[in-house]
């Protein structure tokens, strides 16, 4: 059993999940603020270096999970593993963000999907590592094909 | 304040942190088996058709942190958020793992930079977003440089 407290809070134009663009070829580029708490400050310096970084939070307004999901990007439901879906044994999000610039304990980022006021777990630089052709996207590039 | 449980555990080679391939240009092609726990196994559905995963998981045999960290990769110190080492704040694992395949609540995976029995918390579809063209890897890509 684990127990993680907040390094921080994200600042989002979300106020409600209803509000978060989902679905299907689904960009995201709202901007907004990884706020980390002032006794981490040190921890976030050369961070400023990467253009991309992971950030693992928690989906704090989700009780309870499902073991399929029938994701917004098709009709046909999945093990939830196969999907991005908040209601997962361990309601853990990730998400990658571009970095548009630091303030001291604020991260100026692009590409927030997460509500306001999520606590944020983890922030790692990002560093991708697999080609794009090597890449298969299984049910999602299918639902991609049945909807195009 | 946040708690979760294990979903399952990684089969890895490495029983020793001593023996994971670490530093500059290293190529992690380990091969080991991510187990899920049998009450998990409906939300491995269709995790088949992805080429590779994200695997969450947490650094079990570290205690503390330090809010710098001086990687393999460099001689230098870093803010913790902007390298990889497992002295964080939450002491929370990421790894993209190729798929190789499933067999039950077994998923064969090449990829794995975790001890063996680390504690698995979460496994997400791997969909990758950001162009090789616009990544900037900060200190990283100077520490390569300076090596090179």
């Known amino acids: 059993m684990f127990l993680f407290n907040p390094i921080g809070f994200v600042e989002s134009p979300y106020k409600e999940s ?4 989902k679905g299907l070829g689904v960009k995201h ?5 990884l706020k980390v708490l002032p006794e981490f ?3 976030l310096v050369d961070v400023d270096g ?3 970084l ?4 928690a989906f704090d307004r989700i009780t309870g999970f499902d073991l399929t999901a029938c994701p917004p990007s098709d009709n046909r439901p999945h093990g939830v593993f196969a999907t991005r ?3 997962r044994p361990n309601p853990i999000g990730l998400t990658v963000v571009q970095l548009l610039g630091r303030d001291h304990v604020r991260l100026h980022v692009r590409g ?7 606590p944020i777990l983890d922030i790692k630089p990002y560093l991708s590592s697999v080609p794009q052709e ?12 049945r909807k195009a």
Chains 1, 2 share one sequence.
């Open 18 to 21: 209803s509000e978060i663009p």
């Open 29 to 33: 580029d709202a901007e907004g603020v």
């Open 41 to 43: 400050e040190l921890g």
């Open 50 to 52: 990467f253009s991309h």
């Open 54 to 57: 992971f950030v693992i939070w």
């Open 85 to 87: 879906s908040p209601r």
């Open 112 to 118: 927030v999907d997460m509500l306001d006021g999520t």
């Open 134 to 145: 090597t890449l298969r996207r299984g049910w999602l590039a299918e639902a991609e094909a």
